[in-house]
């Protein structure tokens, strides 16, 4: 990787890779590109800017004839619950947004990074040490998604040799940009209300156990697959990864530890909770492991500190 676009770039994972490979690669080096929102200032700051709509091959063609990148993380995307409202425009984003990507990538020589998703997986697939190959009959219209795009970047791979790569996130927590209509949500969200309000109302049911990732290593596992030696790739998209998994009431009580009045109350969401109920509770990830040395270094207990720490400075003092 030499010059690099993230697709994306504002979103939950983009506003932290970005920095991340501007760190490594040079801010010259990584064009960070937004769909509508304004970017953070040290977006603009520290590195290139641009603004385009991966929907739309010419807008997209545009950024590629200009900046002339070598490789793309793709991170446009809805998410799962946003996706199961409006299905049709979740099609459009999360499948005709990498088919272009994948296209364009094709004609001007790219390597591309595709985040999958424990969504991939469906009801009928093991819940438990989910396999790296197993049965993905996923029910929601992000899962399809997911499912697709994977098979998508296999193809664009094994027919067109371009050097496709993807991981299957678990829900990931992070405290620099909130994520947007996820089923995995609760686990960022109720860190901002346990501090402000010392209270939350999750919309999951007690006993949800869910994969989860805190955001330094997502980030981390999106840089070193894109460095792994492709010769050692036996799977390409995408490896299960993970890095704990827990119930919404062990989240509560680690926060408790920092936050002793901390209340948690439960107002269950049903189409959340048949989504949560469809995915893997906890992922085999030993092909990342084994293929390209993945690692995570966040467990629960670490991650619940920092997540106190860091957001209590953001948010303005001390507990
Ligand atoms: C979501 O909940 O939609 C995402 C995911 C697990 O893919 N966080």
Same mark, same amino acid.
């Given at each position: 990787m030499k010059r690099i676009l993230v697709t994306g770039a504002t979103g939950q994972i983009g506003s932290e890779l970005v920095p991340a490979l501007r760190k490594k690669y040079g801010g010259d080096n990584v064009i960070a590109a937004g769909h509508r929102k304004t970017p953070q200032k040290d977006f603009i700051e520290e590195g290139l800017y641009t603004t385009l709509d991966v929907t739309e091959i010419e807008s997209l063609e545009k950024a590629f004839q200009e900046y002339r990148?070598? !490789? &793309?993380? /793709?991170?446009s995307s809805l998410l799962s619950a946003v996706a199961e409202e409006n299905p049709q425009a979740a099609w459009k984003v999360n499948m005709g947004g990498l088919y272009n990507v994948l296209e364009l990538s094709r004609k001007y020589g790219c390597a591309v990074f595709s985040p999958s998703s &424990? =969504?991939?997986? =469906?009801? #009928? !697939?093991? $819940? #438990? #040490? %989910?396999?790296?190959d197993t049965i993905q009959r996923p029910s929601t219209i992000y899962g399809v998604c997911k499912v697709s795009g994977e098979l998508l970047c296999d193809y664009y791979f094994t /027919?067109? @040799?371009?050097?496709t790569r993807g991981v299957r996130y678990p829900g990931l927590i992070s405290y620099k940009t909130l994520p947007g209509g @996820? %089923? !995995?949500d609760y686990a960022v969200d109720i860190f901002f209300r346990a501090i402000q309000e010392k209270s939350y109302t999750c919309f999951l049911q007690k006993g949800t156990y869910l994969d989860m990732m805190y955001m330094p290593d997502a980030v981390r596992a999106a840089i070193e697959l894109m460095e792994a030696?492709?010769?050692?790739?036996?799977? $390409?998209n995408a490896f299960n990864i993970t890095a704990m998994s827990f119930a919404p009431e062990e989240l509560t009580a680690q926060i408790q530890k920092y936050i002793p009045g901390f209340l948690m109350s439960y107002q269950v969401d049903p189409v959340r909770q048949s989504i949560a109920d469809s995915?893997? $509770?906890?992922?085999?990830d030993s092909a990342a492991r084994d293929e390209w040395s993945w690692k995570p270094q966040y467990s629960l207990e670490d991650m619940t500190k920092d997540m106190i720490d860091r957001l209590s400075k953001k948010m303005g003092g001390t507990l």
């Open positions: 990148f070598d !490789t &793309i993380f /793709h991170l &424990i =969504g991939a997986f =469906g009801p #009928n !697939t093991p $819940r #438990n #040490n %989910t396999p790296q /027919h067109y @040799g371009v050097d @996820g %089923t !995995t030696d492709p010769s050692q790739l036996k799977h $390409r995915w893997p $509770r906890h992922m085999d």
